[in-house]
């Protein structure tokens, strides 16, 4: 029986201004660069902003390969995070076009990077990473409640120990191959 | 079917049958009502448990502004949002009920008949075959489709009628019948106790299999059934039914996946269990002087056990085991292994008759395998009718049946299922012995040939059997002490087994159902208490130690009387071991399996030069051909065609036999047809054929008890083959006689059963050889090395060279620098100048043999690999191989000509004499191994 294979990818809207109307001296940088994403953004402008990316990158045939299976499976705008579920042979083109968009695909978005942190065969491993990766997050913003400032570059690029740092998202696209694909959902 | 109409009205008959999922089955209409709905709820369950909740920005955001407090709530939120959505999904993942039974218990009936998963799980399944829409059939409303069914459903139903016909009779008779007796003379007469009728043993015959209730008489025609046969032929392979093995329906393997399970319970955690209850005990009873002299005839002759240092074990209290051998013509003949116990006289006599060894009346049992039992049997009978006063024996078969218990919870198991008879500590010794032994987790770590022997009550007792508590006790000293000396002396009386009256005894246990009303009746919790009508079970429990590794598991052997041993294995079966787990069942191929791992030669199989053993590796060849001529002749190996190398074609022997005829240069057997083809070696033309059919009678008369050719070969110990080694004067080998060694390979290789043996070939004066700088001949022509039909001449140093580098360089590194000339020209260092590689390269263009065109394959090498030895250098073949699991690499046991090896040894020297190459029937590779007698 044929598989229909995919990989997930789990990607951060990365922001490196401050929104209007708030001064950029006053905010921590934990929460400057872990923004919140604008409410407008839906999974239909996500997908329309990467398949014009892919286009304009890859042409049609990139864009061709990339439509059948690309689809949003979690979007958070309140945390800035998503879950992204593209074909196992076509993953790198998806990749590549979120590694290009500069801005968030709605009218007048504000620049950000989006950065992919976790690519798996099974979307659990990907919920596995975001959880722990969000735990991260609250204890270094505990951290910095205590008056303590935290590490906030350390905590938002902190992969599995501090040795991997921004290695973390391209290593993992190896390990993806040993997950149990039979709790993958699709 | 009569059971069915003989429930109560009030019992629902229907609760043992299948229930088919109502809405799936009975009504189609229903069905298509409730599909669509069912499944549009599942998608919904689906979507749900996908669903991963999310927060709008305003939640990260105080009044439009970042703040860290809304921060963390949010980041909260993911988490437990992620955490909810895993675990639905998880919950709605698509595993079916059936799947969440431990795997050992699944069965593929329960994906069709909710009847066979537990319980517990049996509502879910029940809604999940409705769900979609299995198809289930209920076995009672199926239709006959064969005539044949049909007539069985015709006859079921007409005995149903009349079974029904008989118990309405039976029922009006006794009603009508006892009322008359009692009214004439019912207190007149008092009434006649009559004891169940002990079986009959008679002197020097053969034992009568028990009688077999008639329900299963006729399956029993040709073979017995072991006890526990119900509980093995439903959880186990069985013995073909019309071809058992020894006369015995024996349980081959079990149904499950077992090899490596088995190779852990029996070394590392837990424990295997097998019924042997087809192991043949015999019984000798006679003058102490006359058992000595049919035992010395037996093969008993070392001195040590009439001896002083035998005391212990003609007083009963070690045993011993080992090979039984009979006289044959200035010869010995082994018949096989057997363990013997004497029976404690009875202390009152002792006193008294301490000085007559004529008068002193003894008994032994003899256990011996079901193979050689027939042998030994009618051995023993002509010793024991040479002597004066006459000894008898009897033949206690079917009165003796026992299990053996092997691994690390074996001890522990015992002592859950055996408690002594009377309570009161004292009563009898061995068994105050034998309940301290809790926290031994080697039977091997008792003294050598120890046993014990005591009565123990019925386990159904104490059923289910409670975890005993196993105390770290490894260091204990007082167990330590009773390990080291082993006071099994004090207070030895005769043991309850060799009694008839006691095994009779034991054999009346009270029927289940009086156990389950007296359970019903105590105390729950509370244990039920033995009463007179529970007869005390006699046992013996022997300890022996398997191999001569020191760490090896030693096995417990349970003897108790074959009637007792059904209730014994279910209590044993149901124990739970505080390793956890329940002992394992084992078969005849996982005793094979543990003997092989530790090195042990297992009987009959490894042993072909005995009677049974012949008669075992005939059996295994006819079913090796039965398998071979069962494949498609593409896929099986064509014998004519195996290229040896160097110019040799065709297997030699037979390939699918442990063909010592050919080895021994014996007339051919026929009788079972299997070597009319494959034997190019002997019999490539229809005359040689003829011939060799000619042949055969004179080879007949060569020996006369069997007509088998093979029957000439004789196996021979490892004591009298380590006293021909070290013999100073060249004395020889009796003819055609088997040593059994156990094979370990030096390297790489894995050696099958029917692999040939061989020694490593002479070391030969040089040839006229030609330098190998002219090795550029065509390839037309053969290798200088090689002539035609011979190996190479320099192939002992090939093979020498393949030895692992720790043990070449005391051999001499000569044999690997001449291995690296013919071979391969040298590689090119890394980093070498140009110069170097300059001379390098012309040096490998002149002397390498050029790749193309290719010399005809395996002339000189089979893949750079040295070539097997010529036939002249077989010396044996492989009985038993496999990658051993406990080693980590490939083992075998199996068979050399004493007469070659002895040769060998002599001329080469016990460290080069030992090495052999092991090549496996139908293939053209051989291994480098190195062999050691057993």
């Not at chain 1, 109307?21 to 994403?37: C, E, I, M």
């Not at chain 2, 009728?197 to 299999?209: C, F, Q, S, V």
């Not at chain 2, 001449?793 to 692992?804: F, H, I, V």
Request: glycine share 6%.
């Amino acid at each position: 029986m044929v598989r229909l294979k995919d990989r997930y990818l789990l990607v951060h809207i990365i922001y490196t201004d401050v929104p209007a109307g708030q001064a950029k001296d006053s905010v921590p940088d934990l929460l400057l660069y872990n923004q919140p994403t604008t409410g407008e953004l839906k999974p239909q402008h996500l997908l329309k902003g990467i398949r014009s990316e892919v286009a304009s990158l890859f042409g049609d045939c990139g864009s061709g390969a990339i439509d059948r299976s690309l689809q949003v499976k979690y979007l958070s705008p309140a945390t800035s995070t998503f879950i992204l579920r593209v074909s196992r042979d076509h993953h790198r083109l998806a990749w590549a076009a979120l590694s290009f968009m500069d801005r968030v695909p709605v009218r007048n978005g504000r620049p950000c990077v989006f950065r992919v942190v976790r690519v798996s065969g099974t979307i659990r491993k990907v919920e596995e990473e975001a959880i722990r990766r969000a735990k991260l997050l609250v204890l270094s913003a505990k951290q910095e409640m205590s008056g303590k400032s935290s590490d906030a570059l350390g905590a938002l690029l902190r992969g599995k120990d501090q040795g991997r740092s921004l290695t973390t998202a391209a290593d993992q696209d190896d390990d993806s191959e040993m997950e149990d694909v039979d709790a993958s959902r699709d | 079917m009569d059971r069915r109409k003989s429930f109560p009205a009030g019992k629902a008959p229907d609760a043992k049958r299948k229930e088919p999922p109502p809405a799936a089955n009975n009504s189609k209409n229903q069905a298509h009502d409730t599909r669509p709905n069912s499944h549009a709820l599942k998608r919904v369950k689906f979507n749900d448990a996908r669903n991963i909740r999310s927060q709008p920005p305003d939640a990260a955001l105080e009044d439009g502004r970042l703040d860290l407090q809304k921060f963390l709530s949010a980041r909260e939120y993911e988490i437990k949002a992620l955490e909810t959505s895993m675990r639905k999904c998880k919950a709605s993942n698509a595993t079916r009920v059936f799947q969440q039974v431990p795997r050992a218990m699944r069965r593929r009936t329960a994906s069709h008949n909710v009847k066979r998963v537990p319980k517990r799980l049996r509502e879910r399944a029940k809604r999940e075959q409705i769900g979609d829409n299995t198809p289930t059939v209920e076995a009672r409303k199926r239709r006959p489709r064969t005539t044949r069914a049909r007539i069985r459903a015709e006859t079921a139903k007409k005995l149903d009628i009349l079974a029904a016909r008989k118990r309405k009779r039976r029922l009006e008779k006794p009603a009508v019948g006892g009322a008359m007796v009692k009214g004439k003379e019912g207190d007149a007469k008092p009434t006649v106790q009559s004891r169940a009728p002990r079986p009959k043993i008679r002197r020097n015959t053969l034992n009568e299999p028990p009688k077999i209730k008639s329900k299963f008489r006729k399956r029993q025609l040709n073979k017995t059934w072991l006890p526990t046969h119900l509980w093995h032929a439903k959880r186990a392979t069985m013995a073909e039914p019309s071809k058992p093995i020894w006369r015995f329906a024996i349980p081959i393997t079990s149904t499950e996946k077992c090899y490596r399970p088995t190779h852990r319970a029996s070394g590392q955690k837990g424990a295997v269990a097998w019924d042997m209850s087809y192991m043949s005990t015999i019984g000798l009873y006679g003058s102490s002087l006359g058992v000595e002299r049919v035992l010395r005839a037996l093969g008993l002759t070392q001195e040590g056990l009439w001896a002083a240092r035998g005391q212990k074990w003609r007083g009963g209290s070690r045993k011993w085991s080992g090979l039984l051998s009979k006289d044959r013509k200035e010869s010995r003949r082994i018949i096989g292994p057997a363990t013997i116990i004497w029976n404690p006289e009875p202390a009152a006599e002792t006193a008294q008759e301490l000085g007559d060894p004529k008068r002193s009346q003894r008994e032994l049992l003899i256990r011996t395998h079901p193979s050689c039992f027939l042998e030994l049997f009618n051995e023993l009978l002509k010793l024991v009718k040479m002597q004066s006063p006459q000894l008898h024996i009897e033949d206690l078969r079917f009165e003796i049946g026992s299990i053996e218990l092997t691994g690390p919870g074996s001890t522990e198991a015992l002592l859950g299922i055996l408690k002594p008879y009377d309570d009161k500590p004292g009563a009898e010794y061995q068994a105050d012995i034998f309940e301290s032994l809790a926290g031994v987790t080697n039977p091997a770590s008792l003294p050598k040939d120890a046993f014990l022997a005591f009565s123990a009550r019925d386990p159904r007792l104490a059923y289910p059997p409670k975890q005993v508590n196993v105390p770290d006790r490894t260091t204990d000293p007082a167990l330590l002490e009773t390990l080291t000396k082993w006071p099994v002396e004090k207070n030895l009386a005769p043991f309850g087994l060799f009694s008839r009256d006691t095994r009779h005894r034991a054999s009346q246990l009270p029927s289940q159902k009086s156990i389950n009303r007296r359970k019903g009746s105590s105390l729950p919790g509370k244990e039920v208490l033995v009463t007179a009508a529970d007869p005390p079970i006699p046992v013996i429990l022997l300890a022996s130690r398997s191999s001569t590794a020191v760490q090896a598991q030693g096995t417990w052997t349970l003897m108790a009387p074959w009637k007792c041993i059904l209730p014994i294995w279910y209590s044993l079966m149901h124990y739970p071991l505080s390793t956890g787990g329940n002992p394992r069942l084992g078969g005849l191929d996982e005793q094979r399996q543990i003997a092989f791992e530790q090195n042990v030669p297992w009987f009959p199989g490894d042993f072909p030069g005995t009677d049974a053993g012949l008669s075992w590796e005939l059996d295994q060849q006819i079913k090796r051909k039965r398998d071979w001529d069962r494949r498609p002749k593409g896929k099986r190996v064509e014998w004519k065609s195996l290229d040896l190398g160097a110019g040799r074609k065709g297997e030699i022997g037979d390939g699918l036999a442990c063909d010592f005829e050919h080895l021994f240069g014996l007339p051919k057997n026929n009788i079972s047809g299997l070597n009319n083809t494959q034997n190019p070696a002997i019999s490539d033309d229809p005359n040689a054929m003829e011939l060799d059919h000619l042949d055969k009678p004179q080879g007949a008369q060569a020996s006369e008890d069997s007509p088998n050719p093979m029957a000439v070969i004789k196996q021979m110990t490892k004591a009298s083959f380590g006293a021909l080694v070290a013999s100073p004067t060249n004395e020889k080998a009796p003819n055609s006689s088997i040593v059994t060694v156990t094979l370990t390979f030096t390297g790489r290789g894995v050696a099958s059963p029917c692999a040939r043996i061989y020694r490593l070939p002479p070391q030969k004066s040089p040839m006229p050889v030609l330098p190998s700088t002219q090795a550029e001949v065509p390839a037309t022509e053969p290798p200088p090395s090689t002539i035609f039909g011979l190996p190479p001449s320099d192939l002992r140093e090939q093979w020498l060279g393949k030895l692992p580098a720790k043990s070449t360089s005391s051999l001499g590194g000569k044999g690997r620098q001449a291995k690296k000339q013919t071979s391969a020209p040298p590689r090119m260092p890394p980093g070498a100048d140009l110069k170097t590689r300059k001379r390098l390269l012309a040096a490998s263009l002149l002397t390498a043999e050029p790749q193309f065109p290719k010399s005809s394959t395996n002339q000189t090498d089979v893949g750079r690999h040295p070539l097997c030895p010529g036939e002249e250098e077989l010396i044996g073949f492989v009985t038993a191989g496999a990658f051993s699991l406990s080693e980590g690499k490939g083992t075998a046991i199996g068979s050399l000509s004493a007469e070659k090896v002895l040769e060998t040894v002599r001329e080469t020297g016990a460290r080069e004499g030992h090495l052999c190459v092991v090549r496996n029937a139908g293939e053209t590779v051989g291994w480098l191994a190195r062999w050691e007698v057993v």
